[in-house]
């Protein structure tokens, strides 16, 4: 059975049944077909250019024909989680001796930021069993297996092995982040970089609750993203798409508002 035809009886059958809310249920079946045009704009991208991220902090990055989960396009097209990007930047100068990249996925971060920081230890988690295997073939594919150390688990109380060291913590763990930061748990928290994906979509109210968690021992900057994109140096080919498929294209697949936390020691950056 093709993609379309499992797509089209996927389709058929959301809308066969009967639902509650009819804008809910209009709603998911956009967000089906949303799904399977930005599928089709991938493939389009994979035969014009391959898997060579081609723009934004990572660029040149030999990324992969799919992801772990979640949507593909904006990263090799170098926009993923764009406003993000100038802290992305910042980070790398600083020249951190240790990454710890909480759900790291398929290691986009985590091989990212390795190939840039050369002096850098990058520690990778995630629970998914599939994303630790593709995150340590990303990591061969680009040079940087020695340097990118891929585990399951991690759990407030492995902060603590991490104190004192110059440490950023880069961390999306689609909700975790409430059970994760809990500095009572962790006290050395409190002397650590961090850039928590706060997901308001899923636990109303967390982003006010981390806020509240670190006020006194972080600077924290929120940045919001409004799902619009810049993209100056897009190819040719993508100018050329209709309007749609061009907002298709750069969709991060998001359902809701998905702030960042970007929250700096200020006990570290006082010395």
Not at 6 to 18: A, E, F, G, T
Not at 29 to 43: A, E, F, G, M
Not at 71 to 97: D, F, R, T, V
Request: hydrophobic share 40%; proline share 4%.
């Amino acid at each position: 059975m093709s993609f379309h035809v499992q797509i089209l009886n996927q389709l058929i059958d959301n809308l066969s049944h009967v639902h509650s809310d009819e804008i809910v249920h209009l709603n998911n079946s956009l967000r089906l077909l949303s799904k399977w045009r930005s599928v089709l704009i991938q493939n389009t991208l994979l035969q014009q250019h391959g898997t060579i991220v081609l723009d934004g902090p990572f660029k040149g990055l030999s990324f992969l024909p799919q992801s772990a989960e979640g949507c593909h396009i904006p990263k090799l097209i170098g926009c993923y989680e764009q406003p993000l990007m100038p802290e992305i930047e910042k980070a790398i100068q600083l020249n951190y001796s240790l990454i710890l990249n909480i759900g790291c996925a398929e290691g986009y971060y985590a091989v990212g930021m390795a190939r840039r920081m050369l002096n850098t230890r990058v520690f990778a988690f995630d629970l998914n069993a599939n994303a630790r295997q593709v995150c340590a073939g990303l990591a061969k594919q680009n040079g940087v297996s020695d340097r990118v150390i891929i585990n399951a688990l991690f759990s407030s109380q492995d902060f603590e092995q991490f104190a004192g060291n110059n440490v950023l913590v880069l961390c999306d763990i689609e909700g975790g982040e409430r059970e994760l930061f809990n500095p009572e748990l962790a006290p050395s928290l409190k002397g650590i970089d961090m850039i928590v994906e706060s997901h308001e979509c899923l636990i109303p109210g967390i982003t006010k609750l981390l806020i509240n968690r670190f006020s006194e021992s972080h600077d924290i900057l929120i940045i919001q993203d409004n799902g619009q994109r810049n993209l100056p140096n897009a190819p040719a080919w993508f100018s050329n798409l209709s309007h749609l498929d061009q907002l298709l294209a750069v969709w991060e697949w998001r359902s809701g508002p998905t702030p960042w936390l970007v929250m700096k020691a200020k006990e570290r950056h006082s010395r």
